[in-house]
C-alpha cells in the first residue's frame, strides 16, 4: 500500500545551523505534501505545505521541495531557533485512495 | 487553539472495557478524522467521514468503531477487541475530504491496564 519514509529520525543541530528533513513517497497519484510540527504535549499544526504543480515553497525561514520523478520531498529550516525543537511530520495526500498517509516523525533539537 | 476539543485529555481504563473518546468541531468542517500515535510510527488513520452518517474504516479500523450523527461530533469507541488500545488519540477536521489542510485536536492519551 501506500507508504512514507521520514529521515532521520531525530536531528540535533545547533542554534542559527540549517535543518532539512526528507521524506519519499510510494503513490504516484500523490498530489498535497503537508508538513506538521508538533511541540511537546501539544496538537500537530501546519507550518508549510506544498502541491504537486510547484517544486518549491517558502515561508520564511521555512522551505519545502518537491521532486515529483524522485517523489521526494524536503523541508529546509534555516536559522534555527530553540523554539523550532518540535517534532516534525511530513505527509502525503493521494488522490487514488483519498487518505493522507504521515511519515514517521523527526525529533529536531535545536541547541542554545 | 479553539475550534476542535477532545475530552478527556487522560483517561484509564480497565482492560476488557469499551472507553469512548469525544471529538467537536465547531469550524463547520464536513470532514472528521481519527488518528492514533504511537511513539516512532507518526499518525496512523482508524476512522474517517466526508459527511454526516457516513464513515469508512482507515488503515488500523480493527477493534475501534464510530459514528458521526451531527456535523460537529465524531466520537471513537475503543472496544476490548483493540488488542493494543494504549496509545495518544487525535481528531482532525477539515473542510473537505480532499488534498487540504486538517486541523487537529488536543489528543487525548488513553491508558489500558
Known sequence: GENVEQHPSTLSVQEGDSAVIKCTYSD???????????????????????????????????????????????????????????VYFCAAFSSNTGKLIFGQGTTLQVKP | DGGITQSPKYLFRKEGQNVTLSCEQNLNHDAMYWYRQDPGQGLRLIYYSQIVNDFQKGDIAEGYSVSREKKESFPLTVTSAQKNPTAFYLCASSIGQGAVEQYFGPGTRLTVT
Open chain 1, 28 to 86: 504516484s497519484a500523490s498530489n498535497y505534501f503537508p508538513w506538521y510540527k508538533q511541540e511537546l504535549g501539544k496538537r500537530p499544526q501546519l507550518i508549510i505545505d506544498i502541491r504537486s504543480n510547484v517544486g518549491e515553497k517558502k515561508d520564511q525561514r521555512i522551505a519545502v521541495t518537491l521532486n515529483k520523478t524522485a517523489k521526494h520531498f524536503s523541508l529546509h529550516i534555516t536559522e534555527t531557533q530553540p523554539e523550532d525543537s518540535a
